[in-house]
């Protein structure tokens, strides 16, 4: 079976963010970089898929500038047997995918010839949290997508999936070849072991650009965004809490419950 | 001169923190209040490749340079001292000898079981009469036919009393040489072998989660096949594994620091008083400021002193400095950042009270800090 897995590499959630001087972008100088928590599920349940069935191949492809080499490394030591990486910069700072459009219109032209049977994505990234991409890709390809996997069942020619939906779970099956996007708890992603990383650094990255996989640079990059951010901010910060007083545990309630309703109106 | 890590070097500092701050973290306080060694732990530490760092791949090792092997104690160390203390000795004092010094078929048969963290292997040397001063050691071996007849016992040995102890190396008297001094042989000596026992060691300040026993050797009979390398080359050994030894114990200490000191830094940011941070008064600031310059001094001569290992250049010196320095470091790390804690630093939820704790074995083990001093002072001609 042939598993493509999507990748993005994004701010460590751990370090801190700084807005650029633009505004409508973060301060990349000093970022620490990290792949997408929910692609981590991701190269996990394919190399999984991968483990029990044999005789299959895994596939990573990533879209973004010369730093997601470094994830790429990871993906390897994890497992990945082929990394291509799209590398989108155009002209020094400026890049090629830049929304969800563009990013989904590049992996769709990089997939044309690559053969798969299974896509799998994270149900978002943490950087931008548009929830947008795997689905634009399963629409450009002509794949049905099955969301929020929480497990997946896989034969040569279909998917049974159990899916998070609002309060509950679904079970849905689809015919290969389909996407599914990843959900916490599908899986442990594991550690790449220190022997892997070592072998990762004999491994080859086929990177190409834009116009390797048929694309007009000239149509990416700002000129294709179809969602543009005009400023960006910090959220603000919360609020002091408030100690309710009171003489008795009743008394406390009810002014607690009136601050609800009058103040919060969240009742 | 260049200062940067290769890619492999911060590859293994990234996963080796993920790896601690996912797995151990949540766990080190428990384990140290409870102190309890856990196997489970230590298979997870194996899985990711954290024993045998530097031995090669043929006996199931990772392959990997001695920087990285520091790299990953130090980052371990960051998080907590016991189990950093399970992986330095681990490879620097159970793993380190076997491959530096034994025969094929004694790496064939116990490299692969270490390397991939399935079992540990003791390094027996301190004696009850032997600590800095290895003459006093009393722990004999005879020759007796085909065999060697162990007997003595030998104290404070690191991994020798767990579950997962599958043996330990241990040091002994075989007779004396031309000067008059005694002569010292390694031997091999497994777990079952009649007449051997280790007992773990409880009620310890620090390190609390790492195994440390006392064993017993009461006419212990190993076949010739057991020597390490040849009769009378323990000494010598002993001096080799040490200088490795202590490159890990520093690590434990840059690692320590930075851990305490991480934790000091963010809880200044943190704490109000007197309506600010406490990072904001200066007799704080100045503190955390102290603490950083001197991790940085700390970490460039440790990974020099790695560097010249890598080498093959002579070491020893700057192996003892940077020991001393990390761990002495780390004293003053910890004290500052229990102090910049006020009352909570004193209270376990806050970690760096272990942290304080941990730091005193690093002026101990593996040559006091004295007897680094000692070891500088003859390098530099006193
Ligand atoms: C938790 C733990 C784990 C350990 N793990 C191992 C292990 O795996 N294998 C192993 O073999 N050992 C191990 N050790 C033993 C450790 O290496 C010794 O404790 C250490 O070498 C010091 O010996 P000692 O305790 O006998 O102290 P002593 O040698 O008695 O020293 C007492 C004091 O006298 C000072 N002193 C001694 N001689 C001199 C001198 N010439 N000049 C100035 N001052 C001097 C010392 O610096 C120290 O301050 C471990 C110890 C501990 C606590």
Redesign the pocket.
């Known amino acids: 079976m042939n598993i493509v897995v999507l990748m993005k590499q994004v701010p460590d959630t751990e370090a801190p963010v700084e807005i650029a001087e633009s505004n409508v972008a973060i301060d990349t100088e000093d970022t620490k970089w990290a792949i997408n928590p929910y692609d981590e599920f991701s190269l996990e349940e394919a190399l999984l898929i991968k483990e029990a069935k044999g005789d299959s191949k895994v596939t990573l492809v990533t879209v973004g500038p010369d730093h997601v080499a470094e994830a790429i490394r990871v993906a390897y030591a994890m497992g990945v047997d082929e990394a291509i990486h799209i590398n989108d910069e155009i002209d020094d700072e400026v890049y090629g995918a830049v929304d969800p459009h563009t990013t989904a219109a590049i992996i769709a032209a990089a997939l044309k010839d690559v053969p798969f049977d299974l896509i799998i994505a994270g149900q978002r990234a943490v950087d931008d949290d548009s929830y947008l991409v795997p689905a634009l890709v399963a629409n450009k390809l002509n794949l049905p997508i099955i969301s929020l996997v929480t497990k997946q069942e896989t034969t040569d020619t279909e998917i049974n999936c159990v899916q998070s939906i609002d309060g509950g779970t679904a079970v849905v099956k689809a015919a290969l070849p389909a996407l599914i996007t990843t959900q916490k708890g599908i899986n442990e992603p594991r550690y790449p072991n220190f022997r892997a990383i070592m072998k990762a650094k004999k491994k080859k990255v086929d990177e190409r650009e834009l116009e390797d996989i048929g694309l007009d640079p000239e149509n990416f990059g700002i000129n294709g965004a179809k969602v543009k951010i005009r400023s960006m901010e910090f959220p603000p910060e919360r609020g002091q809490g408030k100690i309710i007083e009171g003489s008795s545990p009743a008394e406390k309630a009810k002014i607690l419950v009136n601050l609800l309703k009058e103040e919060a109106s969240v009742i | 001169m260049n200062f940067d890590l290769t890619k492999e070097q911060t590859m293994i500092r990234k996963e080796v923190r993920k790896f601690a701050q996912k797995e151990i973290a949540p766990i080190a306080g428990e384990l140290d209040e409870k102190e309890e060694f856990s196997s489970e732990l230590t298979r997870k530490m194996g899985e990711i490749g954290l024993f045998g760092m530097f031995v090669s791949e043929k006996y199931d090792g990772q392959g990997m340079d001695y920087i990285s092997y520091i790299i990953a104690v130090e980052e371990i160390a960051r998080i907590d001292g016991s189990q950093a203390a399970t992986i330095a000795?681990g490879n620097s004092?159970g793993i380190g000898p076997l491959y530096y010094f034994g025969s094929e078929e004694q790496k064939q048969k116990y490299l692969p079981k270490l390397c991939s963290g399935e079992a540990l292997w003791?390094?027996?040397?301190?004696e009850p009469t032997a600590?800095?001063?290895a003459g006093g050691s009393k722990t004999t071996a005879v020759r007796d036919g085909d065999d060697w007849v162990i007997n003595g016992s030998?104290i404070?040995?690191?991994n020798a009393a767990c579950d997962m102890t599958l043996g330990v190396t241990v040091q002994a008297i075989t007779g004396t040489r031309d000067n008059g001094k005694p002569e010292y042989t390694c031997f091999i000596v497994e777990k079952d072998t009649p007449g051997f026992k280790a007992v773990p060691m409880h009620k310890?300040m620090m390190?609390r989660a790492s195994n440390?026993a006392e064993l017993y050797f009461d006419n212990v009979r190993v076949p010739k096949e057991n020597m390490l390398g040849n009769q009378g080359d323990g000494f010598h050994q002993m001096l080799k594994t040490l200088d490795g030894g202590r490159l890990s114990i520093g690590s434990m200490g840059l690692g320590g620091a930075q851990g305490a000191y991480d934790l000091a830094l963010k809880y200044a940011k943190d704490r109000k008083q007197f309506g600010q941070s406490i990072s904001k008064f200066q007799a704080i600031a100045f503190k955390l400021a102290d603490c950083a310059m001197e991790i940085e001094c700390a970490r460039n001569l440790m990974y020099k002193a790695c560097w010249l290992r890598n080498e093959n250049r002579p070491f020893e010196k700057e192996a003892a400095m940077a020991k001393l320095y990390c761990s002495e470091l780390m004293g003053r790390v910890a004290n500052h950042a229990v102090q910049i804690h006020g009352g909570y630093g004193l209270m376990k939820e806050y970690n760096v009270e272990r942290f304080y704790r941990d730091q005193k074995?690093l002026d101990?083990?593996?040559?006091?800090?004295?007897?680094q001093r000692?070891v500088i002072s003859r390098h530099i001609g006193c």
Do not use: H, N
């Open positions: 000795a004092l003791g390094f027996g040397l301190t600590g800095s001063d030998k404070f040995i690191t310890k390190w440390t074995l101990i083990g593996e040559g006091t800090s004295e007897v000692i």
